[in-house]
């Protein structure tokens, strides 16, 4: 089981990039699925982006194009590169991190899309 800790929300204009970093402590990060999911003001949570132990990625429709998420293990840190933000990108964006039984989330970085 792993730790997350999310940085780098903040912010930004419509328009702007804004990068996530999710830095995870304990064993075996790398084997780890980890994604990043969101919740919007009055909606519910829901998966922006996945990369999987071997680099497999999946998106939600409303950030392919837009959004990267990559993984570096040797920092036991995954990230999130978010381009062209939109408003409705604003949300509260949570780390996960995910391995048979084993589930964790961080305690999640508010991102603000506003002009």
């Known amino acids: 089981q792993v730790q997350l800790v999310e940085s780098g929300g903040g912010l930004v204009q419509p328009g702007g990039s804004l990068r996530l970093s999710c830095a995870g402590t304990g064993s075996a990060f790398s084997l780890y699925v980890m994604a990043w999911y969101r919740q919007a003001p009055g909606k519910q949570r829901e998966l922006v982006a996945r990369?999987?132990?071997?680099?497999?990625?999946n998106y939600a429709d409303s950030v392919k194009g837009r959004f990267t998420i990559s993984r570096d293990n040797a920092k036991n840190t995954v990230y999130l590169q978010m381009n062209s933000l939109k408003p409705e990108d604003t949300a509260v964006y949570y780390c996960y991190a995910g391995r048979s039984v084993l589930v964790n989330w961080g305690q999640g970085t508010q991102v603000t899309v506003s002009s």
């Open positions: 990369i999987t132990s071997s680099g497999t990625t």
